[in-house]
């Protein structure tokens, strides 16, 4: 038996980074992102909706970080960064990680860590095609933290390992990555016959998007665990229903 050489390894591993390149590649995301500006079509000025699934989760966030999240593992740390995936336009991102800051500034408190309250960065995610000027613009003037923007699809890596404390989503991961490729099939047994939705489908067409669901569910959590620090959080709201509905 020979022993590897170095030339081995980089073989390899250039071999392994090829592999990757050619998965990442042969994904395909859709993005369809929600209608820009502030006009009366506006996703700013029509998410009244999406606003209140933010409301609506501040108490459980507040819960979620008092109990779970580990702020004692994050020190000495001068910055505290979040991401909020799939933020869209705005205002209901900045609402949200306005209840994020309220929530984790009172931990730090609690725990009479007030000295080490560190700053916060906000990362932006969305779609390269979404309205970042929009967002940008409007960020709120009196904001405590700096901000940047993301673009890409979150079922992917999108950014460093192991470098956010906090990982929020509202309203956002319900999207698929992608219309399932049987249900759009005229020769497939899933064909949705050109419908958007499932209601009344048969089984088939219901077994392709679960199907399409679990994979990007998987690609999901996958890529945060890369990227989430030690003792960090996750808090993800979405619209469900009953598997039994
Ligand atoms: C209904 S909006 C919710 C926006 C915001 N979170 C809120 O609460 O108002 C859903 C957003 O998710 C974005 N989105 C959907 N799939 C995405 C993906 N794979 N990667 C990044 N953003 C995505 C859409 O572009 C859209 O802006």
Redesign the pocket.
Same mark, same amino acid.
């Given at each position: 038996m020979t022993t590897p050489t170095i030339q081995d390894a980089i073989h390899r591993e250039t071999e392994r980074n090829k592999e990757m390149a050619a998965e990442n590649t042969s994904k395909v995301?859709e993005?369809?992102?929600?209608k820009g500006g502030d006009g009366p079509n506006s /996703?700013t000025k029509n998410?009244i909706l999406?606003?209140a !699934?933010?409301d609506a989760a501040k108490e459980f966030l507040n819960k979620a970080v008092a109990e779970k999240l580990d702020i004692k593992s994050f020190l000495p740390s001068k910055s505290f960064r979040i991401a909020?995936?799939?933020? !869209? +336009?705005?205002p209901? +991102?900045f609402m949200?990680v306005g209840n994020i800051l309220e929530a984790v500034e009172s931990k730090y408190r609690s725990q009479g860590l007030n000295s080490q309250i560190p700053e916060f960065q906000v990362f932006f995610?969305?779609?390269a095609?979404?309205d970042f000027n929009m967002l940008f613009q409007s960020l709120p003037q009196n904001r405590q933290y700096h901000a940047a923007g993301v673009p890409?699809?979150? /079922?992917k890596q999108?950014l460093p390992n192991a470098s956010i404390n906090f990982v929020y !989503?509202?309203?956002?991961?319900q999207?698929l990555?992608r219309v399932p490729t049987a249900v759009a099939d005229s020769n497939s047994p899933a064909w949705n016959k050109g419908h958007i939705h499932y209601s009344n489908a048969t089984d088939e067409v219901i077994r392709a998007y679960e199907t399409q669901y679990s994979d990007d569910m998987e690609s999901f959590q996958q890529a945060r665990a890369q990227e989430i620090v030690y003792g960090g959080l996750i808090v993800l709201t979405f619209p469900g229903r009953h598997s039994d509905t």
């Open positions: 995301f993005a369809h992102p929600m /996703y998410s999406q606003r !699934s933010v909020d995936l799939g933020c !869209s +336009t705005g209901n +991102t949200a995610n969305d779609h095609s979404n890409g699809s979150f /079922y999108v !989503s509202s309203t956002a991961i999207w990555s």
